[in-house]
């Protein structure tokens, strides 16, 4: 199964179709949860996004949701995620969503080589930063902002402390 830009779009317009497909196989769970993104009229059409995630959410289908919004785009102002999601997460107001995404955010960054932890670093005072900036307007968003952060400054301690060990 790929996922070519008509599959997508159709499955993000159909969400009850990717429902079914997840139901019917453990593998198809498995490769949608990781593979599947967001079409870029998402992050034009707020009723369609808002059907969307309201069908995941109604299957209970918060994980593989979760998935998907952590590989959202970012918004106008340059933070992660865009804004269309940061509203339906704070409409949602489920922590467990909020945690999914986070998941779903950390999985999204695939392979990273390990350095001296500086530019993990500086990634986290970033997310710091944009935690602050949409903290009252977006508690939920911040509140996953900040978990990604505190998981850079983990890894960037880690790092620092290997490059020391093994120069």
Known sequence: MLFNAAAVKYLFYHPMDMIRLVEASHGNCFYISYHYYLPDCAYKD???????????VQSNHLSLLGSILGRSNKGADGFFPHEF?????EALNNEKLDEEVYIGYL????????TDGTALRHR???F??????????????AA???D???DY??????????SELYP
């Open 46 to 56: 707020r009723k369609a996004l808002n059907h969307f995630v309201e069908s995941l």
């Open 85 to 89: 999601i940061r509203d339906l997460l």
């Open 107 to 114: 999985n999204s960054r695939g392979v990273r080589t390990v």
């Open 124 to 126: 986290a005072s970033q």
């Open 128 to 141: 710091v930063e944009a935690a602050h900036s949409l903290a009252i307007a977006y508690p939920h968003t």
């Open 144 to 146: 996953i902002l900040q």
């Open 148 to 150: 990604v952060a505190e």
């Open 153 to 162: 400054m983990q890894e960037a301690r880690r790092d620092r402390l290997h």
